[in-house]
């Protein structure tokens, strides 16, 4: 009998067990998006405003391509909205500049929209270390904030 024979066959098993297992996995795949909320209110800002504004902000992740698609709510802000974005990294309290603009299409509620992301803030994002802050007329710093918690798969 030829060895080389059952080693081809051993081999070729093996990439197919390869293979299914990248697609079952989604590590391999990419077939799972990964959600993040943040609940937006006062709480967070460094200096508190002690608004009774609130809001939400929905952001899936696609893992392949790195696109970033959001949905941000917000009510009874003090003032009209003047801006609205995604900051970091920063941790809790602490202040950084905008990495991304999600009211440039306007600032009524909801705000909608998507960027692709570089790798860099693909990792303040895992890290949780980008937040979302509303400003408006009366609080220029920012009246709502919340930071962006990385959420369970479904």
């Known amino acids: 009998m030829n060895i080389c024979r059952p080693l081809k066959l051993l081999t070729w098993v093996y990439a197919v067990l390869i293979a299914a297992l990248a697609v079952a996995n989604p590590v391999f795949a990419g077939a799972n998006d990964i959600r993040?909320?943040?609940?937006l209110s006062d709480n967070e800002q460094s200096s508190p405003t002690y608004s009774p504004a609130k809001g939400l902000a929905e952001v899936v992740l696609e893992r392949e391509t790195l696109k970033l698609t959001w949905t941000v709510t917000y009510k009874d802000l003090s003032s009209?909205?003047?801006?609205?974005?995604?900051?970091?990294?920063?941790?809790?309290g602490a202040t950084s500049g905008m990495l991304i603009n999600i009211g440039e299409d306007g600032m009524n509620s909801?705000?909608?929209?998507?960027?692709?992301i570089s790798d860099g803030e693909l990792q303040y994002l895992i890290n949780e270390r980008i937040y979302v802050n509303i400003k408006s007329k009366k609080w220029p710093d920012g009246e709502i904030r919340g930071q962006l918690q990385r959420q369970p798969p479904h």
Do not use: L, R
């Open 110 to 116: 909801p705000m909608k929209g998507s960027a692709i």
């Open 36 to 39: 993040f909320i943040a609940e």
């Open 80 to 92: 009209p909205p003047t801006e609205a974005g995604f900051y970091g990294p920063e941790n809790v």
